[in-house]
């Protein structure tokens, strides 16, 4: 299993697992365009892309599903709350053989993968993160949350990879130029999860077989990547566990064979 993150942050998220044959892409905040050149600038075949699994409505995860109807015959995973309001956002109709539907809570097979949605605490329709089975690899993406609930510390376990949010520095958010009411959306129990809290969840996903933790979805106003980096490796000490960043503008691709091999 190979991963990537293509682009990950307020401006644009999308990631991609490929087993070699196909590609599932997990959100659309990223161009059609831009998708296609990051796949190929880390190695990955752009054609081997099938799906989509979406995780909420938010611009900066659906941003491309109109282009990607249009351009693609891609498939749309995602649950039918978060069908309706993208549908909604983009004036477009996803036809029923280009929807995959999804339940938070409800693994679905898809290609022989597993494919687990689960609820997060977000403001959005429907809000969920992935857990993607493959071949004896469990990985997860986890953005997007305001806090993590014990559902979600669940859903961290036994992983191979955890790709997880690490927002803000709650002082940087405080003291920046944000305005108030962004900033209390920002910091409530719904919006996006701080360092501290990103260090709570990380501890309890911690275990012999996480070899791989990539920090998703900074804010470029409120955090410091040296910070995340000093938080999370604090966590990681005495664990085998390689620590990376993703980032907004430049693909991260990571050298899988090594470390993600099927056991
Ligand atoms: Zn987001
Ligand atoms: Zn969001």
């Known amino acids: 299993m190979h991963y990537a993150a293509l682009a990950s942050g307020s401006k644009g998220n999308c990631h991609a697992f490929c087993d070699g044959e196909r590609t599932l892409l997990v959100d659309a905040g990223l161009s059609l365009k831009q998708v296609r050149l990051r796949m190929e600038a880390v190695g990955l075949d752009h054609h081997t892309v099938r799906a989509v699994a979406l995780t909420h409505e938010h611009s900066d995860h659906i941003g491309a599903v109109g282009v990607m109807l249009r351009n693609t015959d891609w498939a749309f995973l995602a649950t039918p709350e978060t069908k309706v309001v993208v549908e909604r956002i983009h004036g477009i109709e996803i036809p029923g053989n280009r929807w995959i539907p999804l339940r938070a809570g409800f693994a679905a097979d898809w290609c022989g993968w597993r ?22 690899f469990n990985a997860a993406v986890v953005t997007d949350l305001g806090h993590p609930t014990a559902l979600v510390l669940d859903h961290c376990r036994d992983l191979d990879l955890l790709v997880l949010e690490a927002n803000h520095d709650v002082d940087m958010l405080r003291d920046g130029e944000y305005p108030p009411p962004l900033k209390a959306r920002i910091l409530s129990r719904v919006g996006h999860l701080s360092n501290v809290a990103m260090a709570e969840l990380l501890a309890s996903a911690l275990s012999p077989r996480l070899k791989t933790v990539v920090m998703a979805h900074l804010s470029e106003q409120n955090n410091d990547p040296e910070l995340v980096r000093v938080v999370a490796a604090e966590v990681l000490r005495g664990w085998q566990t390689t620590l990376y960043l993703a980032h907004q503008r430049d693909p991260l691709r990571l050298e899988l064979a090594m470390t993600l091999a099927a056991p």
């Open 115 to 136: 494919v687990q949605p689960f609820a997060l605490p977000h403001d959005a329709a429907d809000p969920v993160a992935y857990r993607v089975e493959s071949n004896g």
